[in-house]
């Protein structure tokens, strides 16, 4: 089933020339994945991001990024939402540092094949180079608690976008999943700091997680273009954590780009009567409210019942042509600048015919199976994403 470099045989009458087109476009754009979960994996000292490991137990690292012609990826130092007691914040914010320094420490061990960017243009210098740039997010911005000058401590560390919320509202604005409703009816009066901040700063927003209210609240205030690092569209599959057709208009008109995810909920809608969507279920609400209370041993415990999901469980996953509906879907709705690619690798993402970084081409090869230009292909895989991180730079103060 396999051809060159992982590529999967999706082409027609598995056409050589097709392929080798397919790798001649991919390995000409610029391609960044703008959000994985990895670093929790980091903090696992027997998990070696410079070695080649195997899906599902692990679906990003350094040689398999080479193998997928991926550039540049963004790793999310994310922490879970905890009660907003001093102590929790103090502990998520303790994570979140210990993530950033082991990226930056990883890098420095593997730097003849990675290295940490912090600038746009760095992923054209590192590429040149053979390099992966490894740019840094934030997945919550609960570290922050209500301290603004982490804002800046953190864009300091390299963090270069701050994903608001996650699945439960915090001190900066509501989430979109937070199974108490609305605290603030969208963003806080600090959350309303913290975007001015991070304008002032550079810094992206990024408005996946973020509740709709929450998200017509920082375009409104936002005077700088925002990211939906990883998310898709609710008109195809109804998550809240996907963006409405409203919502996807005005990110376009605020200069925005939506980053598809490859998380197969977010892809299509889930069959909510099996044991395997239950039992997801269960595992993701101790990831949202658990995990940052639990010892090494139980976090290595949750960590193998997931793996442990796909024998015991096995289900149908999207495929890559379900994903680029969503791609279409945005094309045909605002127009090819505003859409992009965001994985959630490590972190739920992954496809039938394409579970890691090392598949990223099937997602090229599908896009020109449907007439897509190598220009448009171009602006898809990091040409939008980078003319808003631009953008953001341009407007710093």
Not at 143 to 154: A, C, K, L
Not at 240 to 251: F, V
Not at 284 to 309: C, H, P, T, Y
């Amino acid at each position: 089933m396999l051809t060159i470099g992982g590529l999967l045989a999706l082409t027609p009458e598995n056409n050589m020339d097709f392929d080798k087109k397919v790798w001649e476009i991919h390995d000409h754009a610029i391609t960044v994945d703008t959000h994985c979960d990895t670093p929790m994996a980091l903090l696992d000292e027997e998990f070696n991001v410079g070695k080649r490991n195997e899906a599902p137990q692990s679906r990003v690292d350094f040689p398999r990024m080479k193998d997928g012609g991926l550039d540049a990826i963004f790793f999310a130092a994310f922490t879970s939402q905890r009660e907003r007691t001093p102590e929790n914040t103090q502990s998520a914010y303790e994570t979140a540092n210990r993530m950033i320094e082991r990226t930056y420490e990883v890098c420095g061990e593997n730097s003849d094949v990675a290295e940490v960017a912090t600038a746009p243009d760095d992923v054209v210098r590192l590429q040149s180079e053979g390099k992966r740039a490894i740019y840094i997010g934030m997945e919550n911005g609960f570290p922050i608690g209500t301290d603004i000058q982490r804002v800046e401590e953190f864009y300091n560390k390299g963090v270069r976008y701050i994903t608001l919320c996650h699945s439960s509202n915090n001190d900066i604005c509501d989430s979109s999943t937070d199974r108490n409703g609305p605290e603030h009816d969208g963003l806080s009066d600090f959350g309303k700091d913290v975007v001015k901040e991070m304008n002032r700063l550079g810094m992206m927003i990024d408005v996946s997680h973020i509740s709709d209210k929450s998200f017509y609240d920082v375009i409104a205030l936002s005077e700088a273009p925002v990211i939906a690092s990883h998310s898709s569209v609710r008109s195809i599959a109804h998550h809240n954590r996907n963006m409405t057709d409203d919502m996807i208009k005005a990110l376009a008109e605020n200069g925005g780009v939506i980053q598809i995810c490859l998380l197969d909920d977010y892809v299509k809608d889930p069959d909510t009567t099996t044991v395997r969507f239950q039992k997801e279920k269960e595992l993701r609400g101790i990831f949202a409210n658990d995990w940052e209370s639990m010892n090494n041993e139980e976090k290595a415990a949750v960590r193998q019942e997931w793996r442990s999901l796909d024998e015991k469980y096995p289900k149908e996953l999207p495929t890559v042509a379900d994903y680029v509906d969503h791609i279409d879907h945005v094309k045909n709705l605002v127009g090819i600048d505003y859409v992009g690619i965001g994985s959630d690798f490590d972190g739920g993402g992954g496809l039938k015919d394409c579970v890691d970084v090392s598949q990223l081409p099937n997602i090229t090869a599908e896009m020109m199976k449907r007439g897509y230009t190598e220009e448009e292909i171009d602006k898809v895989w990091g040409g939008n994403f980078f003319r808003v991180f631009a953008a953001n730079t341009k407007l710093s103060k």
